[in-house]
């Protein structure tokens, strides 16, 4: 059988990651490799579907190094047996690589292989077992492009894209030299020497004179000055604003002309009447005393 397939990066990197044999059983669809398994010769197991049949297969693969030159081909040979069953397979697969264009540039892998099997293999049709294989490469070709941009091979790319060490680094800003040149005595011609420390305290002087600075408003001031400047609502509103949230102030009740009018007490009904229970009492007892002297005078 005889196939080719496209994968998107150059052929020396993808001739070192054949050259990889965990890469390479890694990206065959299908297998699921043993943990414990040696790196130059990976073992694990391998589903294939052939026609509506599903078979597994448990084996290992080794990768033979290409030559040295550039036309040299890969061989992949890989041996296995059914967990279900007492057949056999062993593949052998050439791979030779070369530059492509289309559909981009790349790298076309051209494969050649054989394949030896019995039992249930052996059952399947040349067309069926031919599509299969087909299938086959196509999804490894798949899959060893996404192994490629998620684990590069080591050294790809270095020479294109320097690295961080690489990058040359700007001269700093402040030049060593610059602060000899700052520390160097002024000519007698320059302005900075004519002036002398006390004609800079008097700068000083004049920058923080009471006239340079604004004066001092009440309502923005804070301290007892500010306080008995201020009004006596603005400076008892000033202490209770003082160290309290904004939240706080924002709900704080309003104080002096700004506060708000008290309602009128619902409880002066409820004082005349306790005034007046007392005073009907006393007329109803005068009244009664008063009948009784009456009577006793008739």
């Not at 040979?77 to 697969?93: P, S």
């Not at 004049?206 to 400076?235: C, I, K, N, Q, W």
């Not at 002309?257 to 007892?285: F, I, N, Q």
């Amino acid at each position: 059988m005889e196939h080719e397939v496209y994968v998107p990066f150059p052929v020396g990197t993808v001739r070192q990651a054949l050259t990889e044999p965990e890469r390479v059983a890694r990206c065959v669809p299908g297998v699921q490799l043993d943990a414990e398994a040696a790196a130059h010769r990976p073992e694990g197991r391998l589903r294939l579907r052939i026609g509506s049949s599903t078979i597994t297969y448990r084996g290992s693969l080794t990768v033979s190094e290409p030559g040295d030159g550039a036309d040299a081909a890969v061989t992949v040979e890989a041996k296995g047996t059914e967990t279900r069953g007492d057949g056999a397979v062993a593949l052998t697969l050439t791979v030779r690589l070369s530059p492509a264009t289309e559909p981009g540039p790349g790298t076309t892998l051209a494969c050649a292989g054989t394949v030896h099997g019995d039992g249930r293999l052996a059952e399947a049709t040349d067309r069926s077992a031919e599509s299969a294989g087909r299938r086959l490469l196509d999804r490894f070709a798949e899959n060893l492009t996404e192994d490629l941009r998620q684990r590069p091979v080591p050294g790809a790319g270095q020479a294109a894209r320097p690295g961080v060490l690489d990058t040359e680094v700007p001269p700093p800003s402040l030049d060593p030299h610059s602060d000899e040149d700052a520390a160097e005595p002024a000519g007698p011609g320059d302005p900075a020497d004519a002036a002398g420390p006390a004609d800079t305290a008097d700068a000083l002087d004049d920058l923080v004179s009471e006239d340079r600075v604004p004066e001092l408003r009440a309502e923005h001031a804070y301290g007892p000055e500010a306080d008995a400047a201020a009004p006596a609502e603005a400076a008892h509103a000033r202490r209770t604003m003082i160290g309290r949230s904004a939240e706080e102030v924002d709900h704080a009740p309003p104080r002096g002309r700004y506060a708000p009018v008290p309602a009128p007490e619902t409880g002066g009904t409820s004082a005349t009447l306790r005034w007046a229970a007392p005073a009907a009492a006393v007329v109803l007892a005068s009244a009664v005393v008063v009948g009784r002297v009456l009577r006793r005078r008739r």
